[in-house]
């Protein structure tokens, strides 16, 4: 890596706390990630001294915010290799992206009796708006079978995936199973029959190089937050003939090339999306966070987190009693970890992590349907991160075993 761990760790101001009398270990970066002070920075410096609304002024502040929010756009462009700006629209994150696409593409093309393939580990966000659009369709929704460590079970997609589909929406990376799932080669497999491909890279774009040209999905849909730049930030890309066919989602102010009495027309891509004020601070930090990553490079950040999956996962898997889910080879997982104590609610397993200073998350995720499907109400799950250290890793493992026996004996 260009920085140290030490150096990056020092870019966190917030790690360097104490929680519970002891030294914050944040495992919690699948739900967000912290933010560097170059992000911070960003965010000041645009609001001290180019605050003004985009796209509209003449005046030197708004051709500043312009230039600034614009070039955050470009640099999404090529953090992803998206052929050209126009097919990079600014949302609020990965929920509002795949719901455009459902309320837009999928409320355009999809008819009675047509099929959308999902899979058993999808969040809410990939799931509940095509469960939504196929109820308003009476289209049929599908799902894809996991195999049993956890992996997506290729030769049932191969039979889910038939000439009635037309959207095949999946996560590149599970938020709970920690896989990676082969986007390209589902993406072949659905155009093959005619369908679309849409990839959630909520989890895989802060953690790994995605390149949309060399997936050739269609859509793809992540978060800022998630990916050290600010909430309220993310990116739908999707390919240019698609959104050029696509009716715009929300109508107003931006958006629009002429007004008249009784019809308007709309502003070229990406802008025919962008109805509003959008979010131009959000667009510049999440800038800020990608010249982050790319000064770091994502195969660097990709290779550290997969050292301390290799460090901790062996580790995790000894303790005696503790259900570890997804693959137990370290190679084939990426650094989201979910597991069990049996016989201790996850809820109870986190807040004795808690007390020992360690920030990992319980629940389901927002994942009801993979819970069914792995037959428990929720899961722990701790996930790690660029400035994550192997010490973190020995705390995680330290902690649990301590909550483990408090709740044996009543003592740590
Ligand atoms: N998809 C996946 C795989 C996620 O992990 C998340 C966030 N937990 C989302 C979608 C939704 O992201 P957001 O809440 O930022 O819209």
Redo the contacts with the bound molecule.
């Keep these: 890596m260009v920085k140290s761990l030490n150096q990056i760790r020092n870019d966190f101001p917030i790690l360097d706390q104490k929680v519970n009398d002891e030294d914050l270990v944040y495992l919690d970066n ?3 990630t912290q933010k560097p002070r170059a992000v911070v920075e960003a965010l000041a410096h645009y609001y001290y001294t180019d605050n003004a609304n985009v796209h509209r002024g003449v005046h030197t502040l708004a051709e500043r915010a312009t230039a600034d929010f614009e070039a955050a756009r470009e640099k999404v462009r090529a953090f992803i290799n998206a052929r050209s700006t126009t097919e990079v629209l600014f949302t ?7 719901n455009w696409i459902a309320a837009s593409y999928g409320e355009k093309v999809i008819g009675a009796g047509d099929e959308i393939v999902i899979s058993y580990m ?5 799931l509940v708006p095509w469960q939504q659009l196929a109820l308003r369709k009476k289209a049929t929704l599908k799902y894809i079978k996991m195999t049993a460590d956890g992996h997506l079970d290729m030769t049932d997609a191969a039979e889910q995936i038939t000439d009635k589909t037309k959207i095949v929406a999946i ?5 709970v199973l920690g896989v990676v799932n082969p986007i390209k080669a589902l993406a072949k497999l659905a155009h093959e029959h005619g369908a679309i491909m849409v990839a ?4 895989s774009l802060p953690n790994m190089p995605v390149d949309v040209q060399e997936l050739d999905c269609d859509f793809l ?6 990916m050290l730049g600010p ?1 309220g930030i ?1 990116v739908l890309y999707g390919k240019e003939a698609i959104l050029n066919e696509m009716p715009p989602i929300e109508f107003g102010g931006e958006m629009i090339d002429f007004v008249d009495l009784f019809q308007s027309s709309w502003k070229e891509l990406p802008w025919k999306f962008e109805a509003g004020t959008p979010d131009i601070s959000g667009a510049i930090g999440l800038g800020a966070a990608i010249d982050y990553l790319s000064a770091i490079g994502m195969a660097n950040v990709q290779a550290h987190e997969q050292e301390l999956v290799n460090y901790v996962l062996p580790k995790l898997l000894a303790i005696d009693d503790l259900t570890v889910y997804g693959p137990h080879d370290p190679a084939q997982h990426t650094g989201v970890i979910a597991f069990n104590l049996n016989g201790l609610h996850p809820h109870d397993l986190a807040t004795g992590l808690d007390m020992e200073g360690v920030a990992v998350r319980a629940g389901h ?3 009801q349907p993979l819970m069914k499907y792995l037959k428990v109400p929720a899961t722990a799950r701790a996930s790690f991160y660029l400035y994550n250290t192997k010490a973190d890793a020995d705390r995680l493992v330290d902690a649990i075993v301590a909550t483990k026996e408090f709740f044996k004996h009543g003592t740590v």
Excluded: Y
């Design positions: 699948a739900a967000t609020r994150g990965t929920t509002t992206s795949l999808e969040h809410h966000s990939n996560a590149q990376v599970s938020n959630d890279g909520a989890q849909a992540f978060s800022g937050h998630k909430t993310g995720h927002c994942a």
